[in-house]
């Protein structure tokens, strides 16, 4: 089993990755997306890094602090949601490679959020 620090710090490296990818490369993203909108490419990505910042913080803590890990799981839940909440009714009229992609990040997060809820239940556990 991978421990919980262990997914959090994997958490903040892909999200980190992701921001920062988001941020350099934001017309390439819009353009793939099939928008023009760079600055809302380039928002998401300054939220994952500085999201990234919040997780990598905690998984490099000495003892888990389990109240700022729910708040951790909130977030990738929400994350999940609204990624839902804009593939379902495909809106913004992104191309199809948007909308994969969209799912793609949406596993993935949903994967963090599951195993760090294991994760929490494994030390309550103990």
């Known amino acids: 089993m991978i421990s919980l620090k262990n997914v959090l710090f994997i958490n903040a490296v892909s999200s980190g990755a992701t921001g920062i990818g988001l941020v350099v490369l934001a017309e390439t993203v819009a353009g793939l997306f099939g928008t023009t909108a760079t600055g809302a490419v380039m928002g998401v990505g300054i939220f994952l890094v500085v999201f990234a910042a919040g997780v990598l ?3 490099l803590q000495r003892a888990t602090r389990i109240a700022n ?3 951790i799981i909130a ?3 929400l994350w999940v949601i ?3 909440a804009i593939v379902l009714p495909q809106l913004f009229n992104l191309s199809a490679i948007g909308y994969i992609a969209i799912t793609a990040v949406a596993l993935w ?3 963090m959020a599951y195993l760090q809820v294991k994760g ?3 030390i309550a556990a103990v």
Do not use: F, H
């Open 109 to 111: 997060v949903a994967a």
């Open 69 to 71: 890990v729910y708040i």
């Open 82 to 84: 609204g990624s839902i």
């Open 57 to 59: 913080n905690e998984a």
């Open 120 to 122: 929490v239940k494994q």
């Open 75 to 77: 977030l990738d839940i």
